[in-house]
């Protein structure tokens, strides 16, 4: 049985962000960081200031991440990409302070050193990343160089071992873009497409590759930096894999024990998760992504549950481990057979020091230990895996206890520590990595973690939300699931996973939360549930939760999924403008007659109908009509993920869900780009 986080951390939590907002350990909150205005964008993005007097970047991992180091003056700085407060802090990690705030444009996402000691900053919610220059004093603010125009919501960012290219992904844009780093406009160079929801970027050592996590889909982007081609590579087993693994004899005689779900039945399994990303150093080869393996079932069955009726652990933790130099995924890295996860549940059983890490977040390569660090939300911890290992996730080494959401971790080698930074409370940690190796001592000789706790933000954060934010993504919780699952695991940003699971009313694809949540009710494909406590209650029931979380609990967890901040709008092109102004023509006529059921501002008509799109295994034929926002973003499609594309959707569906099979080719065209802005 695993140990679960009692109710009492919990509310001992909630406690701690009403009395410190946001402040962890129960210390007094520093005193607020004078509020200083934006220096003004210069013209250029090249360096202003003497170099020689400039921090020195820690380590130069050339990745992003929320957190990064750098020495000034014989100390050393944590610069911290708080979204929260929309801004970056400069922390004297030595000294235990922060000693500066550098407001931004929005909310940043990953920030990252160049080698000469400048800063980029992703900023999430406005499109673009700022190029800061920081100077020979830490107290106060950087100076802004240049702001630089990227896809819909900029995430990672990464630099090429020459120094020359900076690429940034787009995780709502669905992009990775090229910039020149070494220009003084750090102009665009080139964009590639890439699948939905990618997040961190690493780049190989002989910069002819980028490695993409993505968020959901199962897979990893490799990107030929020459060609500028993606190849997506799954990152679970699949039949061309298994197939092309038997035949060049990578498995050997373990192919037949292997299947191709990852846990042992006959389903089709699949990966999550696949935010963060690390490679290894001394020795060189390996790219290192931290994910979830998932059972979803199989959607001719009826479960009582969410998922296979035949598994007690539906999500388990994996690195799937790639071959830098042909891009391929080294499959026995997978955790892959029954006794390989009975052995990890084993682990999991040992204590609350041993629970899954199924919501990675964060990763950093230790190169003097030859670890994976793995920051993971739900059981707040830090892991370290042996890196090197065959299947870096049946290897673990040492884990940290830190403060809740560890959203970035930054190695400083020199002196054998890791900084992570905690979004969720607001606190960078700092972490020994010397030591004795912590396995099975339920918690006895733990090292110590220094905690630092985060200035006050300009803008107080909502103490509801911010309990509501820790409690969806809670692992390990029984009150929400049996078997370990947080509400992130089906809802990553509070989105979806792309996944159809296998449910009592048949196959339901998982959907999007983030921006469909107000005035959308009923909820669910079925529509039975009016308020979103029935459904939430309905859905704890389903994961074989108990459901008892105490009123300011569900209150906390319905007001986060209700402000869960939609996608950023995706504006299409100036070249496109007539386009999608014929697709609005065509999606409000009433020939088509979309607008029928997808109607008012959430794109819904909050009714049940039939579009004889029933299945076998489905107990009604009536579904909840699904809100439109977003569609473009999401994906496949109807109540069972039929439809892998909008375009098979419109020419296919074309019984009683309006008539669209019938238009032209210009006219799907322009149709498709109109439900792409919404």
């Keep these: 049985m695993r140990t679960l986080r009692p109710h009492s951390a919990v509310l001992a939590l909630s406690a701690s962000l009403a009395a410190a907002c946001l402040a962890a350990c129960g210390g007094a909150t520093p005193a607020p960081v004078a509020p200083v205005a934006r220096a003004p964008v210069h013209t250029g993005c090249g360096r202003v200031l003497d170099a020689a007097r400039a921090p020195v970047p820690v380590s130069l ?129 080139w964009e590639v497409a890439l699948p939905r929801e990618p997040r961190s970027v690493v780049v190989s050592d002989d910069g002819t590759k980028a490695f993409v996590a993505q968020a959901v889909g199962g897979q990893v982007s490799v990107v030929d930096l020459k060609v500028k081609q993606v190849i997506p590579t799954a990152t679970h087993f699949t039949d061309e894999n298994l197939k092309a693994a038997a035949k060049s004899g990578t498995l050997g005689d373990s192919i037949s024990v292997m299947r191709f779900n990852t846990f042992g039945g006959d389903g089709k399994g699949s990966s999550c998760q696949g935010f963060a990303l690390a490679k290894t150093e001394s020795p060189a080869g390996r790219v290192l992504i931290p994910q ?51 052995r990890q549940l084993q682990n999991s059983s040992q204590g609350h020091d041993h629970q899954e890490c199924i919501l990675p977040r964060s990763a950093a390569y230790d190169a003097k230990h030859k670890t994976l660090l793995v920051g993971c939300y739900g059981i707040d911890d ?33 002196k054998d ?77 509070g989105r979806d996973d792309s996944l159809t699971w296998a449910t009592p009313n048949g196959p339901r694809r998982s959907i999007m939360l983030a921006g469909r949540v107000a005035d959308t009710a009923p909820f669910s494909w079925s529509g039975t549930e009016q308020t979103l406590k029935e459904h939430m209650g309905i859905t704890f029931n389903r994961l074989k939760g108990t459901g008892d979380l105490r009123s300011m609990e569900l209150d906390a967890l319905a007001d ?103 238009l032209n080719n210009d006219d799907l065209e322009a149709l498709e780009a109109y439900l792409r802005t919404l």
């Design 61 to 189: 991992p050339r990745a992003g991440s929320t957190v990064a180091l750098a020495r000034l003056g014989g100390k050393t700085f944590a610069y911290v990409a708080d979204e929260d407060d929309a801004a970056i802090h400069v922390v004297d990690v030595d000294a235990s302070k922060d000693v500066s705030k550098t407001p931004l444009p929005g909310k940043p996402s990953q920030l990252m050193f160049l080698a000469d000691g400048r800063l980029v900053v992703a900023i999430r919610d406005k499109a673009q990343v700022e190029v800061l220059e920081p100077g020979a004093d830490a107290t106060q603010p950087m100076d802004a160089r240049c702001s630089l125009d990227t896809g819909a919501e900029p995430y990672g960012v990464a630099v090429t071992p020459d120094d020359s290219a900076l690429l940034v992904t787009s995780a709502w844009g669905k992009a990775l873009t090229s910039y020149d780093a070494k220009s003084p406009s750090m102009s665009r160079s």
């Design 292 to 342: 979830a393996l998932v059972d979803p079932g199989d959607p001719n069955e009826r479960p009582t549950g969410y998922g296979s009726p035949r598994q007690d652990q539906t999500e388990v933790g994996d690195v799937a481990v790639l071959d830098e130099g042909n891009g391929e995924v080294m499959m026995p890295s997978l955790l892959t057979t029954p006794s390989a996860l009975s």
């Design 382 to 414: 830090v892991v370290a895996f042996d890196a090197l290992a065959v299947s870096p996730a049946r290897a673990p080494v040492r884990r940290w206890d830190v403060a809740a959401g560890p959203s970035g971790i930054a190695v400083d080698g020199d």
């Design 417 to 493: 520590r890791a900084v992570v930074w905690s979004q969720f409370e607001r606190v960078l940690n700092v972490i020994p990595l010397g030591g004795a190796q912590l396995v099975d001592d339920h918690g006895a000789g733990k090292p110590v973690v220094a905690h630092i706790a985060m200035s006050a933000p300009t803008q107080p954060v909502n103490v509801s939300l911010a309990l509501g934010r820790v409690l969806f993504h809670m692992v390990g919780d029984e009150r929400i699931s049996h078997d370990g699952r947080a509400c992130a695991s089906c809802h990553p940003d």
């Design 560 to 662: 986060y999924v209700s402000s869960l901040t939609p996608p950023p709008a995706m504006m299409p092109k100036a070249d496109l403008a007539a386009k999608v102004a014929r697709g609005s023509e065509i999606f409000h006529s009433q020939a088509a007659g979309c607008s029928s059921c997808h109607a008012g501002n959430y794109e819904t008509d909050n009714e049940r109908h039939d579009v004889q799109s029933k299945t076998v295994n489905d107990r009604s034929g009536s579904f909840n009509t699904p809100s439109l926002k977003n569609v473009g973003g999401s994906g496949p499609y109807f109540h069972d993920g039929r439809y892998k594309t909008l375009r098979q959707l419109l020419t296919d569906a074309d019984r009683k869900m309006g008539h669209t099979a019938q």
